[in-house]
C-alpha cells in the first residue's frame, strides 16, 4: 500500500490532525509506526465507541499500525468508575475486548495492552514524576474534561490530578508514534506534544474523531473546552445519563427502533440534528448506499450515495424525518449483528456488566 493510499486510510472521517504534514511524514518513513487509543471502562459500550472510533482503529490497521487498544483500568479507577472498584473495572476491560472482537479487531490484527502492564515497571513512574514537573497545578486542572469531568469542577479528588500525567506517560511508555481518540481527548495530547521536546520523547503525531451526538435534544451542564464548537460537541454528546439518547452497541433491535423513533430531528434542518449526524458519522463510513424504504404513496423507497446528497433531500423536505428514523434504526440494527451473535456464544463478561451498579 503506498504512502497516499494509507494516508486517507488513516485521514478519513476525522475531525482534527495534528499535524497532516506530521502524519504524511510518518507514513512516507515508516511502515509499520505505533499508535493507540485508551479505553477507561465505565460500563456499557455506545455506538459512538463501537462504530465509530472502532472502525477508525480498524482503518490505522488495515493501514500498517501497530495498533494497540489500552485497556486503562487504573485510569477508571481514579475516576470513579464502576464505583471505584477494581475487579468491577477489569471486568468492564473484558467486555470492551469482546466488543471489539466482535467488530473486526480481534488479538493478532491489534494488541490488547492494560495498565496494569505498564505501571508495574519503575521508569513509568519516573515519566510521571518528570511530566508533573514539567506542567502547572492550573494546566493540569484544565485537563479535567479528559475525565469527562468540567474543567471548573468543584471537590477535584487530589488523584484527579495525576490522570492528565498518567496518560500523557501513556503515550511516551508505548513509545507511540500516533496518539487517537475522540476530539474530547485533545487537551491530554496537546499536553502531551507540548511537554515531549522538554523531556526528549517523541511528539505523538494526534488523530482525533468526532464525538457521536445523543438522540435527544439535552446538554451537559459544564465548561469542557475554550473552543465553542468542540465544547458544544462534548456537551451534546451520546451520555449513558441520558438513556434514551444512547444506542448500546447490545441494544436489542426493537430497542434502537424505539429510541430512534424518539429521538430528536427537527425536518429540514440539518445543523443540530443528531440523527443525521448519527447518518454522517457512521452509517456512510461504514456502507456506500443508505436506504430508505417508503410506501409509494410517499415516493417509494429512495436512496442516497453521499450524506450531501441525503442533506439536499431533507433540506427540501423530501424526505420525512420518521422515515429518516426507521432507515437508520435498521441500518443500526444490520451494524452490530455481530456484536449481538458474538454474546450469544460467549455472554459472560456481558452478563457480568448487566449485573454491575452503573455509577457514571
Known amino acids: 500500500m503506498d504512502t497516499n493510499t494509507r494516508f486517507e486510510l488513516c485521514s478519513k472521517n476525522l475531525q482534527e490532525i495534528i499535524t497532516k504534514d506530521e502524519l504524511w511524514n510518518l507514513l512516507n518513513t515508516n511502515t509499520k509506526p505505533r499508535g493507540y487509543v485508551g479505553f477507561e471502562p465505565s460500563g456499557m459500550m455506545h455506538a459512538g465507541t463501537g462504530l465509530i472510533v472502532g472502525k477508525k482503529m480498524r482503518d490505522y490497521a488495515d493501514a500498517g499500525f501497530h495498533f494497540i487498544i ?22 468492564g476491560a473484558e467486555y470492551f475486548k469482546d466488543c471489539f472482537t466482535a467488530l473486526g479487531l480481534p488479538e493478532g490484527k491489534v494488541e490488547y495492552l492494560w495498565a496494569s502492564d505498564i505501571v508495574s515497571h519503575k521508569d513509568y513512574w519516573e515519566k510521571v514524576v518528570r511530566v508533573m514537573k514539567s506542567m502547572t497545578m492550573k494546566r493540569a486542572l484544565r485537563s479535567m474534561p479528559i475525565m469527562g469531568r468540567s474543567s471548573d469542577a468543584e471537590d477535584v479528588e487530589a488523584s484527579w490530578v495525576l490522570y492528565p500525567a498518567l496518560q500523557t ?77 444512547a444506542i448500546w452497541v447490545n441494544d436489542e433491535p426493537s430497542d434502537i427502533k424505539n429510541k430512534y423513533k424518539d429521538a430528536f430531528c427537527p425536518p429540514k434542518q440539518i445543523e443540530g440534528n443528531p440523527v443525521l449526524d448519527h447518518v454522517r458519522m457512521i452509517v456512510f463510513p461504514h456502507i456506500d448506499i443508505f436506504e430508505v424504504k417508503r410506501p409509494s404513496k410517499f415516493g417509494g423507497d429512495i436512496s442516497f450515495e453521499s450524506f450531501e446528497e441525503l442533506a439536499k433531500t431533507y433540506t427540501e423536505g423530501n424526505l420525512h424525518p420518521m422515515d429518516l428514523k426507521m432507515a437508520i434504526a435498521e441500518c443500526m440494527i444490520k451494524l452490530l449483528e455481530p456484536v ?9 463478561n456481558l452478563e457480568r456488566m448487566r449485573s454491575l451498579k452503573i455509577t457514571r
Open 340 to 348: 449481538r451473535e458474538y454474546f450469544k456464544r460467549k455472554p459472560e
Open 169 to 245: 506517560c501513556d503515550i511516551f511508555q508505548m513509545d507511540l508514534d500516533a496518539a487517537c481518540a475522540g476530539m474530547d481527548q485533545r487537551k491530554v495530547h496537546m499536553l502531551a506534544r507540548e511537554v515531549a521536546p522538554k523531556l526528549g520523547y517523541k511528539t505523538p503525531v494526534c488523530l482525533h474523531s468526532p464525538l457521536l451526538p445523543g438522540l435527544q435534544n439535552t446538554t451537559i451542564q459544564g465548561s469542557f473546552d475554550e473552543d465553542e464548537k468542540i465544547n458544544k460537541s462534548i456537551t451534546t454528546k451520546m451520555s449513558k445519563s441520558v438513556e434514551k439518547g
Open 70 to 91: 489500552y485497556l486503562a483500568e487504573w485510569h477508571g479507577w481514579i475516576n470513579n468508575k464502576l464505583g471505584g472498584d477494581l475487579d468491577n473495572i477489569r471486568s
